[in-house]
T-cell receptor, first 111, second 116 residues
Framework: KNEVEQSPQNLTAQEGEFITINCSYSVGISALHWLQQHPGGGIVSLFMLSSGKKKHGRLIATINIQEKHSSLHITASHPRDSAVYICAVEGYGGATNKLIFGTGTLLAVQP | GAGVSQTPSNKVTEKGKYVELRCDPISGHTALYWYRQSLGQGPEFLIYFQGTGAADDSGLPNDRFFAVRPEGSVSTLKIQRTERGDSAVYLC??????????????FGPGTRLTVL
């Protein structure tokens, strides 16, 4: 079993829909990251959070430390949101801060 | 430069050859990470540098893989006797400091390695 699990693996939505991507992890963490990867492009950090909720534009990320679960929400989705969304965690107690990644969620928003 | 850069962007080589992949981190970033992303998978950690030293190389798959960062800035990932299974996108990331709560990692565009 992977230490970081994402669902769904693939998601197709119509423009304007509210989207939720889920992430569950099994290790103790110091922080959780949500990242965006466009086809052929690099990875961009969207959020880094260790508790509660963060909002940036149409994106909202929440985390529940007790349940070891995080969600990424996209409101009023748009075709330009189409990308792979990756959840990654930083392990707890180490000095490395290396990231452990989920396999990603491929999102396609259709006009 | 404004961000992390990696060269080459694409590398095609034959099985058994030696390759070097280069990463230029953001100026002033002391922490540097190498990750490998196979098709359809999330990235996997390879090695982490703090300054010039490899503080954590636990992700290197075997002794054919080696990385250096001699002056604490540019890093080179070296792969000897390449195998077809080494084909992947190799990602580099850097961060200002290795620890703390706000350790945002900035990623380069990656090097796509294809071993024929």
């Amino acid at each position: 079993k992977n230490e970081v699990e994402q669902s769904p693996q693939n998601l197709t939505a119509q423009e304007g829909e509210f989207i939720t991507i889920n992430c569950s992890y099994s290790v103790g963490i110091s922080a959780l990251h949500w990242l965006q990867q466009h086809p052929g492009g690099g990875i961009v950090s969207l959020f880094m959070l260790s508790s509660g909720k963060k909002k940036h534009g149409r994106l909202i990320a929440t985390i529940n430390i007790q349940e070891k679960h995080s969600s990424l929400h996209i409101t009023a989705s748009h075709p330009r949101d189409s990308a792979v969304y990756i959840c990654a965690v930083e392990g707890y107690g180490g000095a490395t801060n290396k990231l452990i990644f989920g396999t990603g969620t491929l999102l396609a928003v259709q006009p | 430069g404004a961000g992390v850069s990696q060269t080459p962007s694409n590398k095609v080589t034959e099985k058994g050859k030696y390759v070097e992949l280069r990463c230029d981190p953001i100026s002033g970033h002391t922490a540097l990470y190498w990750y490998r992303q196979s098709l359809g998978q999330g990235p996997e950690f390879l090695i982490y540098f703090q300054g010039t030293g490899a503080a954590d190389d636990s992700g290197l798959p075997n002794d054919r893989f080696f990385a250096v960062r001699p002056e604490g800035s540019v890093s080179t990932l070296k792969i000897q006797r390449t195998e077809r299974g080494d084909s992947a996108v190799y990602l580099c990331a850097s961060s200002l400091t290795p620890g703390g709560t706000y350790n945002e990692q900035f990623f380069g565009p990656g090097t796509r390695l294809t071993v024929l």
